[in-house]
Structures are given as C-alpha cells and as structure tokens.
C-alpha cells in the first residue's frame, strides 16, 4: 500500500470543524493554541463559535490550515505516515507540513497573510469564480481563450472544472459554456478571482514575505505541487512554486494522476468536509480514498490502514 495525505482547500469550512479534535487530542488543542499565539487572534472561536469572519479570505485561510494540521498531528499520533502529499490550492499548505517542510508556526502566519494579500488584490464583487459541471476541460479551456478576463482556475476531475476572472467576463463565458454543452454552471460564493492573472500581485508581494519564512532544509516525504502536478523534493523550489501558485491554475486532476502513475493507491484527504475525495471517484474509482474528517472517521481509519 502506497499512501497520499491530500489536504482540502478554501470553501471546505464550516463553523464547528475541528471541534472533536480539539476536545479529543492535546496534539490537536497544541495546534489551535499555536495558531492563535502565532497570529494573535482567538483560533478556536473564530473556528468553532458562529460568526461573520469564517467565510472572509483573509480568515478562512488561516482556520483551515489550522483545522487541516489538527487532525494530521491527531493521525500522526495514531501511526499514519504518508509517502507523498498534496494539497488543492490553500491545503498546498497543510501539504507542506505534513511533508515536513515548513513548520506549523510558519505555515499559519503565510496563510494568514495569503488570505490577506488576496482578499486584496481585486476589490469585493468585481471578480468571480464558476464550477462548469458535464463539460469538457479543452471546451471550457478553448471558450476562456475566446473571452477577455475569462480563465480556467482549477481542473478539479472529471466533469467538474472552475473558472475564473473579472465577473462580467465570467458570467459571460458560463452562457457560452452552457451553449456548449454544461449540464449547470454554478457561480461561486468567493470574494475575488483567485487562480487568475488578476490576483498575481498577491503572488508577488506573498514572494516578498515569504523571503523572511524559513524552510526546512529536506522534506521528509515528497508533495506534488498545483502549478505543474510534478513532485517536489527540493524545498528551493517551493517559494517559487506558492508564487506562481496564486495566480495560476490549480492542477488537480493531473497531480493525482501522476501519484497514481508513481504507484499511490491509496488517498486519504485529512481536513474538514469531503471534497476531494469526491472528485477522487471521477478521477478514478478503482482508487482508495478514506476521509478523516472526525475523530470517529480518523479511528476507522486507522484501523484500514494499521
């Protein structure tokens, strides 16, 4: 058995995540008291009390990378090691700790400012994102060529792709797209035009603060990165790589086809909700793919894979 720790990304939140974690494990509570000492801000009520922060950017970020190490250090303690990991876009981060290459500390503190820098880059209402479901990944690629301010942002799986850009511009490339074929074309509850050029200031301007966050000096096992699905063993690489990443499209499809192709078989998405592992059974059913999303779904994990 050949095992990945894939890692969700921005709208798997909720309020209530990670809260039986925290109740169950002291490596989980560590965790939330290190986000919240790192960043300054309460992390367990920002988490698990109702309030109009979760859904904002430039918190979202921060509380699922927390939520997402919570539950890894809880399955770390339980004997679960992967041989590889990934995250989908923000959970490139969890991906990166849990591969040993940045420390929590470090890695909440990039996100926070991540969130913030994106929350930024374009103002509220004037970009947008939309999931084009039954349609073709060249169709929608060929349809966002032929539209000024239209691009694909993430190649999910099968089926399920996401675009994204200026809203005129999106909304405009969801008619065609359903003139094409779409079965739906759902517009997105997001605050700006992420994985598109519009937000590429961000990506530089994260470059600079990230020259002050240090690195581990080798990873521990390698992680597959969103801007080419390739592995990453070398942590020079990896700033670079979070650059280019917040503009660019999220390869999601072609980065678990290339762990199946290095012999991966089995998939085990660690944070809140159960997106990935979704878009696993259109990618491949054949395939693997646990949840650890609860503390009841990380004890029968850990009896699967013992």
């Not at 927390?66 to 969890?94: F, I, N, W």
């Not at 675009?163 to 511009?169: C, L, N, S, V, Y």
């Not at 969103?226 to 020079?236: F, P, R």
């Amino acid at each position: 058995m050949s095992k990945a720790f894939i890692f969700p990304g921005q709208g798997a939140q909720f309020v209530g995540m990670g809260k039986d974690f925290y109740d169950t494990y002291e490596c989980s509570r560590e965790v939330f008291e290190q986000a919240s000492e790192a960043l300054g801000m309460d992390m367990k009520a920002l988490c698990f009390e109702e309030n109009d922060r979760l859904n904002i950017t430039e918190y979202t970020q921060a509380a699922l990378v927390t939520v997402s190490v919570a539950m890894l250090r809880a399955a770390q303690e339980k004997g679960l090691v992967p041989d590889v990991c990934a995250g989908h876009s923000l959970g490139e981060y969890s991906a990166l700790v849990a591969a040993g290459g940045m420390t929590f500390s470090n890695a909440v503190k990039t996100v926070r400012q991540r969130g913030i820098l994106m929350q930024q880059a374009v103002p509220t209402g004037k970009g947008a994102m939309c999931a084009v479901i039954g349609l073709d990944a060249q169709t929608i690629s060929s349809v966002c060529d032929e539209i000024e301010g239209a691009s694909v942002a993430n190649y999910n799986c099968p089926g399920q792709i996401v675009i994204t850009g200026m809203k005129e511009a999106v909304e405009q490339a969801a008619e065609k797209l359903k003139e094409a074929g779409a079965k739906r074309c759902i517009m997105l509850n997001v605050s700006g035009p992420f994985h598109s050029p519009f937000v590429a200031e961000a990506g530089e301007k994260l470059y600079e603060f990230m020259k002050e966050i240090p690195l581990e000096e080798k990873l521990t096992v390698p992680y597959v990165a969103n801007v080419n699905g390739e592995y990453v063993t070398d942590t020079s690489d990896i700033k670079e790589l979070l650059r280019k990443q917040v503009s660019s499209s999220v390869l999601w499809q072609p980065t678990i086809e290339n762990m199946m192709k290095n012999g991966v078989d089995t998939f085990v998405e660690i944070g809140p909700g159960k997106t990935l592992t979704g878009f696993m059974k259109r990618i491949n059913k054949e395939m693997k793919a646990i949840n650890i999303g609860t503390v009841e779904e990380l004890e029968k994990a850990a009896e699967l894979l013992a």
